[in-house]
Every structure is written in C-alpha cells, then in structure tokens.
C-alpha cells in the first residue's frame, strides 16, 4: 500500500532523526567512556614526563614521548603528503580534466583510501628492509604519507572541481597561464576545501596505529632523529591496555582522551581558518 504524501515525510523525518540520534549517541558513549575511566588518570605528570623505569607496572611517569612523537608522525606525514597532494588535485582538474587518465587516477586514489593501514605498514616494512633502515621517525612519516596522500589528493580534488568553469576561462582571458591561474585563482577558491582535505588526513594520521606499528618501532625517548624509533599515542593506548594492571590500563584511556582532545582542537581551529578563508572567495 502505497503512502500518502505526508506520511512518508513523516516517516522519512523520523528516520533521519533517530539515524542521527543513533550515531550521536554512538559519539556520546565513546567520549564519556573514554573521559570516564581517562580523567581520575590524567595529570599534569602524565602529560610532561617521560615514562620512567616501572611506568607499565604502575610506576611514575608520563606519556610526553607518545604526544610529542604523534605530532612528530603525523605532521611530518601531512606536510609530505601536502607536498604531493596538491599538484596531482591541480593536474586532475586544471591539466586532464574529464579524461580517462584522470578518472583512471582517481579510481585508483579510491582504491587506496580503502586500503587497511596494517598493509601501509607491511609495506613501509618491506621498504626499510629493502634500504637497510630500521624502524624510525622517517620510516614512520612515509608510511602515514602514503595513507593520507589518498585521502588529501581525493579532498582537493573535490574542492578544485567545485570552481566555476567561468572563473577559470575568466583567468586565462585575462592573459593568466596554467600556473597562474592553479595558484592565484584554483587554490585561493578553495583554500577552505583544501585546508579540511588536510585535517582530515592529519586527523587520520595521528589516530593511526598500524602503519607505524613496523615502520616507527617504539620508545620511552622523545624524538631526537629521524633514523631513530618514536613513540605514538595510538601505540601507547595499545600496550597499556594489554598490561594486567588498572591503574596502567586507566593510563591509555587517559592517553585516549589527550588523543581525542589533539583532534578536537585541530577541529576548532579547522573551523575557524576555515571561516576566515572563506570571506576571500569570490562569490
């Protein structure tokens, strides 16, 4: 039977609203979970020392070397892959628009952005072997490269598609060339897309653990390298979860909730330069 106008609006408004409640409230158990058993742990300690002997029998000591070693990673990795990323999105959209080559390239980023993190890693490892490199910040860096070049090449690609094709014919009537018109006219549009395609690889990053499970190794040292093994938060949340005592399995969920709390800033100052970007466009 079929429904009457009304009443699958009213349906379909109900089904959004409990999809929405159901992923709210998906979000809400994780984060008071996490800031449940994490905050009665967390202090100013655990955040500006460096595990000392004992810190994973329950010990004093910090995670300083998990923090500072995640930045390390996952910025490394997002301005390498910001590097990258930001010629192919200009080629695909400016040099081979519509073509089979383009379309061939981003079949192939989709493939990549599906690809499981533990198979980054694996690779990264082969990598190093290969070279004669052992785990180390550089080898870590690569590896989350090449998980977030994917997902920044896909976000740009996006945004740059979103330019009026008037603007760009606009540019190169003016007398501006290829790369005067990608760098004056392409990026300047869409510096907020192109700044959330980088968060979102950052975000991605930094949350990542098995990639840098082979290829960055672990250590109770800060960063002092780019040859020797670092530290991260996911890594950390992971071997004090696999201790058998509280107070040390109380620690990761208190290096979870500083891990959420990195994102949630990056969040808030997404928004912000993204606001900000935004009055610059030409509407």
Known sequence: MKLKPRAEEDFFRLLCVMSTAFVLGILGLIIATVVWRGLPALNFAMLTQIPKGGYYLGQE???????VGSLCLAGGATLLG????????????LYKPKTRLAELVRLVLDILWGVPSIVYGAFGFIILLWLGVRASLLGGIIALALLELPIMVRGMDEAIGMVPPTLKETSFALGATKYETAFKVLVRQTSPGILTAVL???????????SVLFTAGYTDRLPSSLFRPVASLPLAVFFQLNTPYPAVQDRAYASALVLTFI?????????????????????
């Open 200 to 210: 979102l690889a950052f975000g991605r990053g930094i949350g990542d653990a098995a």
């Open 61 to 67: 000591g910090g995670i300083l070397n998990a923090i």
């Open 82 to 93: 910001f590097v990258l990323s930001l010629p192919i999105a200009i080629y695909l959209q």
């Open 263 to 283: 994102i949630l800033i990056l969040s808030i100052i997404s928004r912000r330069l993204t606001g900000r970007f935004t009055s610059q466009i030409i509407r």
